[in-house]
């Protein structure tokens, strides 16, 4: 009985069919797992940034909310401070409120309560003019420490509103304070974003705006809003005596001084920097352990079809080649 030699001249083009037929087997095995297992990878690196940016987000509103707490209280404080001084200053109330009444906000004897009071106040000791405490009224900005652009503490609306990056965003804060919205998030974003060509201008203060600012440019992004936080001379009225409503139901045009605290939430975020970056480490770790397994699909993907392309070439010499009959 005869054996069947798979390299007779007969047999070389069964051989050959069932050798590639098997090879594009295996390379098509290969290109699908290749596949699967790239989209899978990054699949789970783009789960992995939703949840990162989401626990960021999550961070970001929780030291927010807390900072507001704290600048409330700050702000609460300064404000009987005022109050305290105010009267030891003025012991006849009608002097401060003749010179209210000539718009004359800037009185030596003034000038001197509002520096005793909030002068040195820094929310979380963060010493520089966007964590601060500034005062307003119905007619402007009565007291602010900031001059590095207005050479003078009180201004008009129009003249701080000039001074800011996002105008219309300071108009619609200053709003919201002087119409009693303290239950708000209320902020305005005075300093120039780091990319304004790809920055969005918010018009109106939301915390959803805020957040589609984070989601799209990051911590970055937040560099340049200030949250303010008020406290009301007084919740009803003003440090006079007269009601913000009167008892015909008309609104009064009163004196209603306003203490705000501000802070920045980008030098917040920055200060409790140390917890971020071990978090962040732990993220940067799991994202290159990701693309580790990438590269090495990719490697392995590569080898395999350099091996097939080899063995087809051997095929190839094989059929093309002279042999012996047996």
Do not use: C
């Amino acid at each position: 009985m005869k054996s069947i030699n798979i390299f007779n001249t007969k047999m070389k083009p069964v051989v050959v069919v069932i050798i590639l037929a098997i090879l594009s087997l295996i390379g098509i095995f290969h290109y699908v797992l290749f596949n699967y297992t790239i989209s899978m990878l990054q699949k789970q690196g783009e789960d992995l940034d939703a949840i990162y940016i989401e626990v960021q987000w999550e961070d970001i509103e929780s030291v927010l909310d807390l900072s507001i707490l704290a600048a409330h209280s700050e702000a609460v404080e300064t404000a009987n401070i005022l109050v305290d001084n105010i009267k030891r200053s003025y012991p006849d109330l009608s002097e401060l409120s003749n010179e209210f009444d000539q718009g004359k906000y800037n009185s030596p004897k003034f000038t001197e309560a509002l520096m005793n009071s909030i002068q040195e106040k820094h929310l979380y000791g963060i010493h520089n003019s966007s964590n601060d405490i500034f005062v307003i009224s119905k007619d402007g900005i009565v007291f602010d420490m900031n001059v590095s652009k207005i050479k003078k503490i009180n201004r008009d609306f129009e003249e701080e509103a000039r001074t800011h990056y996002n105008e219309q965003l300071t108009y619609s804060a200053l709003e919201a304070l002087l119409t009693h919205h303290n239950d708000a998030l209320i902020y305005y974003e005075p300093l120039q974003p780091i990319d304004p060509e790809g920055h969005n201008l918010i018009t109106v203060p939301t915390r959803k705006a805020l957040k589609e600012i984070f989601y799209k440019e990051g911590l970055d992004g937040l560099r340049g809003y200030t949250v303010l936080v008020p406290a009301y001379i007084t919740d009803n009225g003003d440090v006079f005596g007269v009601p913000d409503i009167g008892l015909d139901g008309t609104v009064n045009r009163n004196h209603k001084l306003i203490v705000v605290q501000r802070f920045s939430i980008y030098d917040v975020m920055e200060k409790i920097h140390q917890h971020e970056v071990l978090k962040n480490k732990s993220y940067l770790q799991t994202r290159d352990d990701l693309a580790y397994q990438m590269e090495f699909a990719t490697l392995s993907y590569v080898s395999t079809t350099i091996l097939d392309l080899i063995a087809i070439l051997f095929l190839l010499l094989y059929t093309t080649g002279k042999t012996k009959e047996s």
